[in-house]
């Protein structure tokens, strides 16, 4: 089976344009997807535990297509009530249930059928957003549906350039890097840490992130400018 997904060496080199449509959307999502998704399956033909690669996968699908089917949910499916939204939202029902297959298969140990099932969850995911884009559309696939972010969803260019150990928060809209800095720390495990760089001083990021979850995670600056700032953020292992 061939996936149609366009080729992409990395995860930072996708487009940080704001998604105009659900097409441009779900072009976001897929392509996010297949890259972690190629990475995973390069790694099980070679025969070793892709375990960051699974980590990588897992989390982008937990984070990412998860929330947009929440905020397609909430945002466009009540202007398609009926028979149309209600496949729809079955098809979230099962997108979800593949992915906790996929965590099954990687707890299970098994480097065929975790293949297997990235393989499977690709192809339903790919398979479920053209149907949806053609179902949202209305009748006869003309109409235009706007992104989930046009109307306040979550926008997904922000994971790639906050996904790594390093958040550089030139790299991020002015007006969203606090924000996109607090998701992507509200992700860390008890003990891990990332690090907020930026040509200005971050106290507005962080102090978002203290004022969202006091106490829960420690500051220590590792720069203190006046040309490059440097911010440690570590989640704490008792809360």
């Given amino acids: 089976m061939t996936i149609s997904h366009p080729s992409m060496r990395t ?28 990475a995973l399956l390069a790694a099980t033909a070679s025969g070793g535990w892709p375990a960051e690669e699974l980590h990588a996968l897992l989390g982008y699908l937990s984070t990412e297509v998860l929330r947009q089917a929440a905020d397609e949910e909430a945002f466009l499916f009540p ?38 099932v990235t393989r499977d969850l690709l ?43 390093v958040i550089d928060l030139d790299a991020l809209p002015r007006d969203q890097g606090a924000k996109a800095t607090l998701d992507r720390v509200l992700r860390l495990n008890h003990g ?12 507005s990021a962080w102090r978002r992130i203290d004022d969202f979850a006091p106490g ?16 440690q953020v570590t989640r704490r292992e008792q809360e």
């Fill in 192 to 203: 891990e840490r990332v690090e907020l760089q930026s040509s200005r001083d971050p106290q």
């Fill in 123 to 165: 192809f339903q995911l790919e398979r479920h957003l053209a149907a949806e884009e053609a179902i949202l559309a209305g009748p006869g696939g003309t109409g235009s549906t706007p992104a989930t972010a046009a109307l306040g969803g979550h926008p997904h260019e922000w994971y790639p350039l906050t996904e790594g150990p």
């Fill in 216 to 231: 829960r995670y420690g500051f220590v600056y590792l720069e203190d400018g006046p040309n490059r700032w440097r911010v």
């Fill in 79 to 116: 202007a398609r009530a009926g028979s149309g939204a209600s496949r729809l939202a079955r098809d979230h029902a099962r997108l979800r249930s593949g992915i906790e297959a996929l965590q099954r298969a990687a707890d299970g140990g098994s480097l065929d059928v975790l293949a297997r």
């Fill in 11 to 38: 995860t930072r080199d996708a487009p940080t344009a704001q998604a105009v449509d659900l097409a441009d959307e779900h072009g976001q999502l897929l392509r996010q997807v297949a890259i972690r998704a190629d």
